[in-house]
Every structure is written in C-alpha cells, then in structure tokens.
C-alpha cells in the first residue's frame, strides 16, 4: 500500500539535510493500470525495478518488484517514447518523515519540480501540515501523477 502526498516544488530544498541523490529514468508499459519500469543510479550502482499502481491518488495498492539489467532493457524497448528522466533526491524533514524530491526532464520544455511524503496511515498524510516552502498539494488533482505526464508527454 502506498499513502503519499504531492506537491508543487520550485527548488531544491538545500537547506534540510540531504538523505539520498539520484539519477532515475522510468517509463511506463501501461497508464490504466499503471504498470512502470525505473531505473536508479545511485553512488555508481544501479537498481532497475518493475512497479505496477492501483487506482487512487493519497492511498493506492501498490507493487514493486526488481528487475535483473536484462529484464529491465527488454522491457524498456517496448515504450512508446523516451524515458523520463529525473534528478532525485532524499531529504529529512524535521518530524522523521522523508521528503523526495524530482527535477523531472530537466533542460527541457516539459521540466518541472515535485515533491511527495510517504506516510505509514491515511490518517497521519491527511494530518500532515507541509512546510511552508512547498508549494501547492496536487495529490488529488486530475493529471498531476507521472502516468499522466507521460501520457501527455509522451503518449
């Protein structure tokens, strides 16, 4: 089960300390159901997963399983358009909880920022006060999920 929040990000927030930096490419095999492929290199290891989402927005079911390297290629060769790319990176928030944050396609016309929270309850996300430096929660917006930027950018 995955329970996160969404939200409109400008920059990179340098002053909370930083957790994890990444680089991600994810693709997506089908938007209904969303079924995606990601690749993340980290530290010079790359980790290559298949993940498949169920329906909702602040809590969906959700699957993840790893891929081999091989896997992970052949399935990538049947996108339809390039991967996403995103620029990841980890930071602690103050009350425990962790704050991901993507610069996606970077460099070009489609780049945008996000951020999300995972929580462990529905309850604990719904109660959860964001910090003043993040900008609108989009979690229940229509359009706001990668699936469907990749629709719309890719599709």
């Not at 095999?29 to 997963?49: A, E, F, H, N, Q």
């Not at 917006?141 to 990668?146: A, K, N, T």
Request: a negative charge; aromatic letters at 10%.
């Amino acid at each position: 089960m995955e329970i996160e929040r969404k939200f409109k990000l400008d920059a990179f927030p340098e002053h909370l300390p930083l957790l994890q930096a990444s680089q991600v490419e994810q693709g997506y095999l089908s938007v209904s159901p969303t079924v995606r492929i990601r690749s993340k290199c980290c530290d010079g290891v790359t980790d290559y997963r298949l993940c498949i989402k169920g329906k909702g927005t602040l809590v969906r079911e959700e699957v993840e399983l790893p891929l081999e390297e091989e896997q992970f290629f052949r399935l990538k060769n049947l996108l339809h358009g390039d991967m996403i790319r995103k620029d990841y990176r980890v930071y602690s928030l103050s009350n425990g909880l962790k704050l991901e944050c993507s610069l996606v396609d970077a460099g070009t016309e489609n780049e945008f920022m996000y951020a999300e929270v995972e929580f462990s309850t529905e309850a604990e996300a719904r109660a959860f006060v964001p910090p003043t430096f993040l900008g609108e929660d989009v979690t229940e917006i229509p359009g706001s999920s990668m699936s469907a930027y990749w629709q719309r950018t890719r599709g």
